[in-house]
């Protein structure tokens, strides 16, 4: 029987490699010496055994020659009859690829009219057994009964045939044993060997692995047109599981043949030893697991049907047609008839747990009583029965036990000890674009590692001892697969962000001006000067053959993602490993890092991408991760959220500066400090900031990152938090403004008491003008609050635009909202109401901005009461009224109707004027309106008293500084005004600068 040749030649191998192994621990005397000192300190008295343990070792310091001597009485009888057994196994098991092919092996499709025929075969055990085992059979039973060799042609030729095909065998993991190098060195000591040597010698040098490296190249087509065949047509699993663990058993051989040659060659050179393509084979090998594992109900179905229906019956009569049956035999036979007999499908479909271990152990007693030499029932003389319960067991195995046929016939633990070897095949895989969907089999190969534990051996599946190893393996496997994604997903980014670059509008400048100057005739420069390509050149294609870098990248990507794709997650020692996931995160950092990037800010230089321009980059990376959902089954959506999200904050999760920081600090620290600077002036008519023409040039042009369509893109990057960020920066500027001021009204509040109460005395008001300190400053510091103000205007005007487009029925609602509830004589009412705050984050403009309440409020004053606070309040208006006549003798006062203000941003004071009475009269519970009446009355009175001023130099921008009391305010009515200064002032001064202007441009 062959369970009793199995477990007899087993037996002999594991002795064999036992004592080799033990012969190869060099400190093995030092330790057995230890453990009966160990013995005797623990129970007073060495251990029985240990003089015999003790001679063993040193009788086995040569373990084969030892062991030779012991073999000879085997040698004549039973074990080189089960050896020379195996001819009728190994060398059909050991062709070579041509042959293969040739026989068509493990086709499917080769003969489409036999394609639902149950595969099958005599010997049903045999077919899928290891090659690997069956050499170590040969190869130590034929050392160990070498006589054989000498009166046995058929022992010759297999031992011939074994030493052929390996050069080392596995001892024990990755503990190897070279077959020709010990053989030889055992046979040099026997006379008349001559012969047996050359034999080794001659088999050494035809050991080559190019047979191997052709039998791979079969066996990848093989598997692949199987797995194909399979996943199409799951049902062919019943008829031809015999060809599945056959080919995963071919496949496992090859593939660890080539771990264990490639890591013990001595000729590295060779390329035989070498395989890229190896991923191709492991992964099919998975794919046909995977099926047997997803449809093992179905296979179960089709061997419980075959058990009862047909097994059974053949079986009955091949024991009724027994002529001679003991009683022990016959029980078991009708045992084996009745098990199968009551099977049935309705068992599969309710669940139910099979278990034939009982059957297959009677069946291995069977085989014991029948082959004594005196038994009745001889089974060498019943072949036909004896075929026949092969393939029954065979069919049992198929019902109770799939999981354990496929470690049996495809695991490939043994990876798990060559990790180096293991990585660099790895490494090959992703390096070569054609076997880079197969790279997911790395991290399945894995899942094998579970059953790397021996169990002799117990404590290795409980200490953690190579857990580690293996899930640092498993990780890092995924994460190089995922870096390799994002990096090709990075390089197409970039190529699609230079793309949408040439669709800017800057770039169209050149092709209109080629436009303009073909119509005027004019020459134009250069000769020959070579015509600039359109965009979409790129598109355009001769051939189909032309393959361009984004084709390349595109490939690479779909391939590799395939591989990421291909399991939902993988266990490994009870870690969950989700693939994709590795995906996800490798995204996420990289997209925020480039959007980082695309700001490309320069400290030094204080240079920044355009927003618009920036938000154009953002736009095409998002499209192109978009398109990653084609390949891979991951929620970009998720991705995007994270990373923008995180870029509406002052820092990100890493704590790193985000474009809300960088743009920020640009804005304030770059573009607002210029225009304090009087370099760049706040155009209404244009609602934008402009560079002023100074001596100095500015490296940037202030109207190209402050116009509608640049604050627009600004909003759509930052977001409503990030603006919000932006608001509180610039109302932290503001607000140190203000404290400034208040030390000043502080120092002058003596005059400024005095001054309020005698507006309606012109020469004493004359005096206690005199008496004021820092007039200037005063002027200075409201108008870059008023500049501030009026960039914060902008920035929420184009933040309302943003929102009406992506949320108009929400903005409607807050714009509802806001105009109908009705508004409250005690202003703080309506700013505790959240709606203040909610219309101000919508973009909406407010009469008191929330905003720079929080930050005036935000201001403590040490050692001043409330009431004290007040007053400076009230005499920070008065200051401010008292000091705007001072403003008509500045030259860069004059007033200009083409940009509707005046160059030195004097316009901005009316908004600060307003805002910030309005805010500070709510944080001390005062009347805005009554404030805002005694400041129109003051400074209407000093503005008048210029009228009758005679020196031109006084007055020479009177008409100009005329105009700003034409300031909206929520605050205040027309008739107000009339009744403070005419309106007919105003016009008259409108016109007089009008024809200013006229005149100075003739």
Request: proline content about 3%; hydrophobic content about 40%.
């Amino acid at each position: 029987g062959r369970y009793h040749l199995d477990n007899y030649l087993d037996l002999v191998v594991t002795y064999t490699t036992l004592m080799i192994i033990l012969s190869r621990i060099e400190e093995r005397k030092a330790i057995i010496g230890l453990y009966n000192y160990a013995h005797e300190m623990t129970h007073g008295a060495s251990d029985r055994e240990y003089p015999r343990l003790g001679q063993m070792i040193v009788d086995y310091e040569n373990p084969l020659k030892k062991m030779m001597e012991e073999f000879v009485p085997h040698g004549k009888f039973a074990y080189s009859d089960a050896l020379v057994s195996l001819q009728m196994v190994y060398p059909r098991r050991n062709l070579s690829a041509d042959q293969w092919r040739n026989a068509q092996l493990l086709s499917l499709i080769s003969a489409p009219s036999t394609m639902l025929n149950p595969a099958q075969s005599d010997t049903m055990p045999c077919e899928y057994l290891s090659l690997d085992t069956m050499e170590k059979w040969i190869v130590f039973g034929f050392i160990l009964c070498h006589v054989a060799l000498n009166s046995d042609a058929a022992a010759l030729s297999l031992w011939k045939l074994a030493l052929q095909s390996s050069t080392c065998l596995c001892l024990f993991r990755d503990e190897v044993f070279h077959i020709h190098k010990a053989a030889e060195d055992l046979f040099v000591n026997i006379r008349g060997y001559n012969k047996r040597i050359n034999d080794i010698r001659e088999c050494k040098e035809q050991a080559l692995g190019s047979m191997h490296r052709e039998r791979r190249k079969f066996l990848r087509s093989a598997l692949k047109e199987l797995a194909t065949v399979l996943a199409d047509q799951p049902g062919l699993l019943g008829p031809k599981a015999l060809f599945v663990f056959m080919a995963l058993s071919f496949a496992r051989d090859e593939i660890i043949w080539l771990l264990r040659h490639a890591d013990n060659i001595q000729k590295k050179s060779t390329d035989d030893f070498i395989d890229k393509h190896i991923a191709e084979l492991i992964f099919y090998m998975e794919e046909l697991r995977a099926h047997v594992r997803k449809y093992g109900p179905v296979m179960q179905r089709y061997y419980v049907q075959y058990l009862s229906g047909f097994d059974a019956v053949v079986l009955n009569e091949l024991v009724q047609n027994l002529s001679v049956c003991p009683e022990d035999e016959s029980i078991i036979m009708s045992s084996f008839v009745n098990t199968m007999t009551s099977l049935s499908v309705k068992q599969v479909e309710d669940g139910e747990v099979f278990d034939f271990r009982g059957m297959r152990l009677d069946w291995f007693r069977l085989q014991a009583y029948t082959s004594v030499s005196k038994a009745s029932l001889g089974l060498a003389d019943h072949k036909e029965l004896g075929k026949m319960m092969n393939t029954i067991i065979f069919h049992t195995k198929m019902v109770d036990s799939l999981v354990e046929m496929l470690v049996e016939t495809s695991d490939l633990s043994i990876f798990c000890f060559y990790s180096r070897a293991f990585e660099k095949m790895f490494q090959q895989c992703l390096e070569l674009p054609s076997q880079s969907r197969h790279s997911v089999c790395f991290p399945l190969l894995c899942t094998h590692f579970m059953s790397c534990t021996h169990e002799l051996c117990p404590e290795e599946v409980n200490t953690h001892m190579h857990t580690k190893t293996h899930l640092s393996l498993c990780n890092m496997f995924l994460d190089e697969m995922a870096k390799q994604a994002r990096n090709l997903i990075t390089d197409i980014c970039t190529e699609q962000c230079t793309l949408s670059d040439q669709l800017l509008p800057k770039h169209c400048a050149k092709t209109i001006s080629q436009a303009v100057n073909k119509k005027s005739k004019k020459a134009t420069g250069k000769k020959g000067e070579p015509e600039r390509e359109k965009p979409g050149v790129e598109s355009m294609r001769k051939n189909r053959l032309l393959v361009t870098n984004l084709d390349k990248l595109h490939t690479a990507l779909s391939e590799l993602c395939f591989s990421i794709n291909y399991v939902p997650n993988l266990i490994v020692w009870e870690h969950t490993f989700t693939p994709r996931e590795y995906l996800t995160s490798h995204l996420e950092i990289r997209f925020t890092k480039s959007i980082v990037g695309m700001t490309m800010y320069n400290q030094a230089t204080q240079e920044i991408a355009k927003p618009s321009e920036l938000l154009t980059s953002v736009r095409a990376y998002m499209t192109v991760l978009q398109s990653i959902e084609n390949y891979v089954t991951i929620d970009i959506t998720r991705v995007f959220n994270n990373v923008l999200l995180q870029q509406t904050q002052h820092l990100d999760s890493h704590g790193e500066p985000t474009i809300t920081s960088l743009y920020t600090n640009w804005y304030l620290e770059t573009l607002l400090r210029q225009v304090s600077n009087g370099h760049i002036a706040y155009f209404p008519a244009m609602k934008a900031f402009v560079n002023l023409p100074t001596e100095n040039e500015l490296t940037f042009n202030a109207e190209e990152y402050s116009d509608i369509s640049e604050m627009r893109s600004l909003s759509e990057l930052l977001g409503p938090y990030g603006m919000k960020f932006l608001s509180e920066s610039l109302m932290w500027h503001i607000s140190s403004q203000v404290a400034e001021l208040k030390k000043l009204v502080v120092e002058n509040m003596e005059v400024l008491t005095q001054m309020r109460t005698s507006f309606d005395k012109p020469d004493h008001m004359a005096a206690l003008f005199k008496k004021l300190t820092s007039v200037d400053s005063v002027l200075k510091r409201m108008t870059i609050i008023g500049v501030i103000l009026s960039f914060r205007s902008l920035a929420q005007e184009a933040l309302r635009d943003v929102l009406s487009c992506h949320i108009p029925f929400l903005v409607s609602s807050v714009e509802d909202f806001k105009d109908h509830i009705p508004r409250e004589t005690d202003m703080k009412v309506k700013h505790t109401d959240g709606l203040v705050e909610l219309s101000s984050a919508a973009g909406l403009p407010c009469e008191i901005d929330p905003a720079l309440v929080v930050a005036l409020s935000s201001q403590k004053s040490e050692n001043i009461s409330p009431e004290e606070e007040y007053k400076i309040a009230c005499l920070l208006m008065v200051f401010v009224a008292v000091s705007l006549p001072t403003l008509a003798s500045n030259v860069m006062s004059q007033y200009s109707p083409a940009i509707e203000g005046h160059c030195n941003n004097i316009h901005c004071l009316a908004k600060a004027i307003n805002q910030i009475a309005a805010a500070l009269f709510t944080i001390h519970k005062g009347s805005i309106e009554d404030r805002l009446k005694e400041f129109l009355a003051l400074a209407s009175s000093s503005l008048l008293k210029i009228g009758q001023e005679t020196d031109k130099m006084t007055t020479r921008n009177r008409e100009s500084v005329y105009l700003l009391l034409d300031m909206e305010s929520p605050f205040l009515t027309m008739d107000l005004l009339e009744s403070c200064f005419p309106y007919v002032l105003l016009r008259n001064a409108y016109h007089a600068v009008y024809k200013q202007s006229i005149s100075a441009n003739a």
